[in-house]
């Protein structure tokens, strides 16, 4: 898919839908003018239910196995975007 984007010259992302709603553009906002002071913590959570999780593709082993690579990447991605960080610095503090 990599390959095909490059060649084409197409963007290639994960539909984070969330990223281009209103609703965190105006977080940032908020954050950046200081309206609630300095951000220290946030806390993203997302969850679902797994139903039958002998045969929930969320936990094969064989796919990766386990939450964090199917829905973990939603909360880390959020905080993120709208803190305006990288991996690297949050690994820093």
């Keep these: 898919m990599q390959e095909v984007c490059k060649e084409h010259n197409v963007i290639f992302m994960e539909a984070f839908m969330y990223r281009f709603h209103p609703q965190h553009e105006r977080v940032k906002q908020i954050i ?11 806390r993203a959570e997302f969850s679902f239910n797994l139903g039958d999780k002998d045969n929930n593709i969320r936990m094969s082993d064989q796919k990766g196995g386990g939450s964090i690579y199917d829905i973990g990447c939603y909360a880390i991605h959020s905080i993120r975007n709208v803190l305006r960080l990288e991996l690297e610095y949050m690994y820093k503090q």
């Design 32 to 42: 950046d003018v200081g309206e609630i002071g300095e951000v220290k913590y946030m």
